[in-house]
């Protein structure tokens, strides 16, 4: 019942920047953390960025200082905002949400930075 819909991704150059953004909807209670995942082609997926219900936020070393991820609450919605993208940013970008029940993966969403 619970889905996770991304939107944001695409195509840019090195330098650039993007917004993801990723909206929970159905049977949701109370949400303990969201965050994004990313995996690259050949690589496993690893974690991103996350903020919890606390308010307590965790970026991964690769991106920290060029992205921030933040929160809308009354809309169920977690943005992670991408600056100064880099070529090997280029994956698959997951959200995740975590609620009382369980863990929660949207489809994905492909960002692509070329040299």
């Known amino acids: 019942q619970v889905q996770l819909v991304e939107s944001g991704g695409g195509l840019v150059q090195a330098g650039g920047s993007l917004r993801l953004s990723c909206a929970a909807s159905?049977?949701?209670?109370?949400?303990?953390?969201m965050g994004w995942y990313r995996q690259a082609p050949g690589k496993e997926r690893e974690p991103v960025a996350s903020?919890?219900?606390?308010?307590?936020?965790n970026y991964a070393d690769s991106v920290r200082g060029r992205s921030i991820i933040s929160r809308d609450n009354a809309k169920n919605t977690v943005y992670l905002q991408m600056n100064r993208l880099k070529p090997e940013d280029t994956a698959v970008y997951y959200c995740?949400?975590?609620?009382?029940?369980?863990?929660?993966w949207g489809q994905g969403t492909q960002v692509t930075v070329s040299s």
């Open positions: 159905g049977s949701i209670f109370s949400i303990k953390a």
């Open positions: 903020i919890t219900s606390g308010n307590i936020i």
């Open positions: 995740r949400m975590v609620d009382g029940v369980r863990t929660y």
